[in-house]
């Protein structure tokens, strides 16, 4: 064996190397099946470690269409199998990646203890130690106080410029790009700005929605983009997705924590508490709104009843905690687009989805 995973508490997992190198991160697993390209580069997974529960991970290979952002997100990648495709993929993002070894018990372990620290040392003469020692570098998640730098754009970028829909300022706090894809699918114009927006720049845009995106971590490390919900609600509609949702709710009085291992795949179980339907959904967070202040709770977890949706007529909010945009899906909820465009004066247009 020519790898090693030190776990927090320090056992030292042994496996095999697909691409090398030492790294330390977050321990978590996702339960999907499907979409690891997409897993793959979703920022929100920026300073973790992904294990896939899956036993076979890459194949169907790796095209660039699917990606969410232009990186490997995940610090290293953990799974029973992964094939030549994706390995080689990750040794050229210098995204170290083992197998062989047993991702039941490590799955077992981050359901009983929570998600956990980890230390990753693989490749050539490496030895426990070595990951022990990345482990004992290792921060907890709410420790990155600045994950939004790395994760977001530098300066705007605006997508659809000529569209006739509404103008949705899109706070990206690690936004994955399904999101710019479905509001523009919508025709909605997308100013898409750093994480660090000033009201000033909110302004300049003059938005018909303000939309706070998915994004790495602990909520609380968003001050800029609560200040901008703080400022902004009631009169401008504002949206949010995963991360958004918990900082939309944190910044108007509710209260946000840390859940033991969180929901990460693409078959959870949420409940609209007005229709009472069921719907599918793909999800990754660690976090999950504990008060959601002045907002209702409209939709709910069924495995742990943590909230789903939030909404509130009277300061124009909607809010989901899952991802209605992911791909490859489930698409049961891409609904979500047209509700909060329909908050808008300009209100929603009908997808047009290209070839
Ligand atoms: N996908 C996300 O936006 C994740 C939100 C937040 N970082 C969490 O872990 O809960």
Same mark, same amino acid.
């Given at each position: ?147 939004? =730098? ?12 000529? *569209? ?11 936004? =994955? ?31 018909? #929605? ?6 790495? *971590? ?37 209260? %946000? ?7 990460? *795949? ?15 959904? %793909?999800?990754?967070?660690?976090? %999950? ?5 002045? #907002? ?9 009843? %943590? ?7 009277? #300061? ?40």
């Amino acid at each position: 064996m020519d790898a090693y995973v030190a776990l927090e508490g320090g056992r030292v997992v042994e496996a095999r190397a697909r691409a090398p190198g030492r790294t330390r991160g977050e321990l978590v697993f996702t339960t999907a099946y499907t979409g690891y390209e997409e897993s793959l580069t979703d920022p929100s997974y920026e300073e973790q470690v992904l294990t896939f529960s899956y036993p076979l991970v890459g194949n169907y290979g790796v095209r660039d269409e699917r990606l969410e952002s232009e990186r490997v997100h995940p610090r290293a990648v953990v799974a029973r199998e992964l094939t030549d495709d994706v390995a080689e993929w990750l040794a050229s993002e210098d995204v170290p990646a083992v197998d062989h070894l047993d991702t039941r018990d490590l799955v077992t372990s981050i359901r009983e203890e929570g998600a956990m620290k980890c230390g990753i040392a693989a490749g050539e003469d490496v030895t426990p130690e070595d990951a022990l020692a990345e482990l004992a570098e290792c921060k907890g998640m709410s420790e990155h106080v600045d994950i939004g =730098k790395q994760v977001s754009v530098d300066a705007p970028t605006v997508y659809n410029a000529d *569209g006739a829909g509404a103008d949705v300022a899109l706070v990206d706090c690690g936004a =994955k790009g399904s999101i710019v894809e479905s509001l523009v699918e919508r025709d909605a114009t997308v100013h898409r700005l750093p994480y660090d927006a000033t009201p000033a720049d909110i302004e300049a845009v003059d938005p018909d #929605l303000l939309f706070i995106s998915n994004g790495p *971590g602990d909520p609380k490390n968003f001050q800029a983009a609560q200040s901008l919900v703080t400022e902004f609600a009631g009169e401008i509609p504002l949206a949010g997705i995963c991360l958004g949702q918990q900082v939309i709710a944190d910044a108007l009085g509710g209260e %946000t924590e840390k859940m033991a291992f969180g929901h990460r *795949g693409v078959n959870q179980p949420v409940r609209d508490l007005r229709s009472g339907q069921v719907v599918m959904t %793909t999800q990754n967070h660690g976090y %999950t709104v504990a008060d959601p202040g002045p #907002l209702s709770v409209t939709q709910v977890n069924v495995n742990d009843d %943590t909230p789903e949706g939030l909404e509130s007529e009277d #300061l124009g909010v909607i809010t989901r905690q899952y991802h209605p945009e992911a791909n490859p899906g489930p698409h049961d909820t891409l609904g979500f687009f047209d509700d909060v465009l329909a908050m808008t004066d300009v209100g929603a247009r009908a997808p047009v989805v290209a070839d």
